[in-house]
């Protein structure tokens, strides 16, 4: 089955620094990958819609110069949290839909990034 | 954005068959049921979506009403790997922005 691979599964970083989050898509190709964040009890939430070639699209809310995402290929996109603070301590989950499979086919998820700011 | 509506918890005994519903009564005709699950501190799991029709896989059963307007994801044989949180989603969307908007879910524990 489709596999989405997220790297570094968790990492800790200092505040004010930046973290480079990694998805791949590793047996399919990806015009479109998401960027979702969980806070703990609480379910996901719909950060950005990464499109390969262009601009990403942030939901309302979201800080598109603090949150940068990078869609360079059809199987990788990257969300990197600038200038993290403790706020930003949080999981991370990136997911991606197989090209040419439009409206029906499921989304996949990668097994998250659990980001801590100290 | 049809939203939707799932019981917070449920408990169901190991061996017997977990029925989750999910209220859906604002889905457009176009709009896909989907069900994910999440174990603890892991990415979302697909389980089974559907449109009109029921669907089984090696996972699950998926029963749609006639109306659409609600479903029940069925785990036969419910293990304790199977304790999870649930969640029901209608797909948005379209074009190729088909985002996934979950809800709070439904968190299900199998009691041995």
């Known amino acids: 089955g489709a596999v989405v691979s997220q790297h570094p599964s968790w990492v800790i970083c200092k505040s004010g620094t930046s973290v480079k989050i990694e998805c791949r898509s590793l047996d399919f190709q990806a015009t479109t990958m998401f960027w979702y964040r969980q806070f703990p009890k609480q379910s996901l939430m719909l950060m950005a819609t990464s499109n390969e070639g262009s601009k990403a699209t942030y939901e309302q809310g979201v800080e598109k110069d603090k949150f940068l995402i990078n869609h360079a290929s059809l199987t990788l996109s990257t969300l990197t949290v600038t200038s993290a603070h403790p706020e930003d301590s949080s999981f991370y989950i990136c997911s991606a839909r197989a090209l040419g499979n439009r409206g029906k086919s499921p989304l996949h998820f990668g097994n998250g990034t659990r980001l801590t700011v100290t | 954005d049809a939203k939707t509506t799932q019981p917070p918890s449920m408990d169901c005994a190991e061996g017997r068959a977990a029925n989750l519903p999910c209220n859906h009564s604002t889905i457009s005709g176009n709009e896909y049921v989907y069900w994910y699950r999440q174990i603890h501190s892991q990415g979302p799991q697909y389980i089974i979506h559907?449109?009109?029709n029921n669907e089984t896989n090696e996972m699950a059963s998926l029963i749609i009403t006639e109306d659409r307007k609600s479903s029940t994801l069925i785990l036969p044989h419910a293990t304790l790997r199977d304790t999870a949180v649930y969640y029901c989603?209608?797909?948005?969307?379209?074009?190729?922005?088909?985002?996934?908007?979950f809800g709070t879910g439904t968190r299900l524990t199998i009691i041995p």
């Open positions: 989603i209608v797909r948005v969307g379209s074009g190729g922005n088909e985002k996934l908007t």
């Open positions: 559907g449109l009109k």
